[in-house]
């Protein structure tokens, strides 16, 4: 059974810096997608970052530049810059074990984490 879990959210003051790191275990290949994706209160779930088996990335709106995405087989590390308050979420780790042309799309994931809180204060 696989398993994805994520380590590295908190509490941190705009300008600064977080890395979120997951897990993906219980599987004995590597994953063709892994993905950060992100959700505030009453807000739905968007992408934040996502990475493919060949190294591929793909960033939501506006955020590369500030955050970088990377991954060592099944563990993937997002590393947060310049934190802003609207970067304030619950952040997810999802993983897809089949192929896929769309990676940045929260619907092809079939494995999610339970979720690391980030909250940027002014």
């Known amino acids: 059974q696989v398993q994805v879990v994520e380590l590295g959210g908190g509490s941190v003051q705009v300008g600064g810096s977080l890395r979120l790191s997951c897990a993906a275990s219980?599987?004995?290949?590597?994953?063709?997608?892994m993905g950060w994706f992100r959700q505030a209160p009453g807000k739905e779930r968007v992408p934040v970052a996502s990475?493919?088996?060949?190294?591929g990335t793909r960033f939501g709106d506006s955020l590369e530049g500030r955050f970088t995405i990377s991954r060592d087989t099944n563990t993937l590390y997002l590393q947060m810059n310049n934190l802003q308050s609207e970067d304030t979420a619950m952040y997810y780790c999802?993983?897809?074990?089949?192929?896929?042309?769309?990676?940045?799309?929260?619907?092809?994931?079939?494995?999610w984490g339970q979720g690391t809180q980030v909250t940027v204060s002014s």
């Open positions: 999802a993983a897809r074990d089949a192929f896929s042309m769309r990676c940045r799309d929260p619907s092809e994931y079939n494995h």
């Open positions: 990475i493919d088996s060949y190294d």
């Open positions: 219980g599987f004995s290949d590597s994953m063709y997608c």
